[in-house]
């Protein structure tokens, strides 16, 4: 009871800071609440048992990508209009969470189950390393090109 | 012990339904990366979750997938970003028009 509770709050610390990302007025303030957000979810991933999934999650999204989009975007200027349309986000994620969620959960498998408790997994990964390798290989091509073309811009700009 | 499976799957359903829902409504351009970050969080929680309850031992491939993934899309959207303020461009993207020539 006191770890499902312990989930739950740590679940609901993680909502509460995608929230705070659309309510922070300063895109600066909202990507700290981004790490708030990855660190919530890497405890989620202890509680899993996974511990070295969460260190991971670490390295990769507060380490890696939250220091570089908090890099990037330290110089932004305050934007004079509203971040989000808070209609629009209200409904789109009452929409899915409620049908997706509601709708997965519930429908019955038996004995007490529902559809994702049924779900098996027939197959595995270790027919399709190399294609995965490809693919982060490609990625990885992606970000350094990225990176040098960033590098390009802060030294000599790009003629317009 | 560990807690059961509906806790995580719940909070990864509301993490990216938010997600989806800031992509579809953000006008700043950060704010629809950072919502794309907020799916990937929830898909990540939701795929450790489903191979710790049901089974399977191939997770790390996958999840380092979607790291991949998260990880070049943010320095693409950094890039852009840097790009557009050297430029002096609108972040709102409701106001962008034609490429111009």
Redesign the interface.
Known sequence: MI??A???L??LM??AS??A??LLKD?LH??LA?VA??LS?SA??I????PL?AI??LF??VG??ST??FA??A???K?E??????S???????L??LS??AA??SIPGGNGSNV??R???SG???G??AE?YV??LG??G??IG??A??RQ??RK??A? | MIASMDVFMWVSFALFALGVAGIAASRHIIMTLMSAEIALSGAVVAAASIFRFIGGNEILPLLFTIWAIAATEAVAAVVFYRYMSKHEADFDVSRLSKTKE
């Open positions: 770890y499902e312990f989930v739950a740590l679940g993680a909502i995608g929230l990302i659309f895109v909202s990507v981004l957000l990855f979810s989620l991933l509680m899993l048992g996974q999934l991971v999650q990769i999204m890696g990508i570089f989009v990037g975007v110089s932004a200027p934007s209009f509203a971040h989000v349309e808070w629009t986000l209200i409904a789109v994620a009452a899915l969470f997706a969620g997965l959960m994702l408790t779900f098996t997994l595995s990964f270790n399709h390393i995965l693919i982060l990625l990885l992606v970000a990225g990176i073309l960033l811009i802060g700009g790009v317009a």
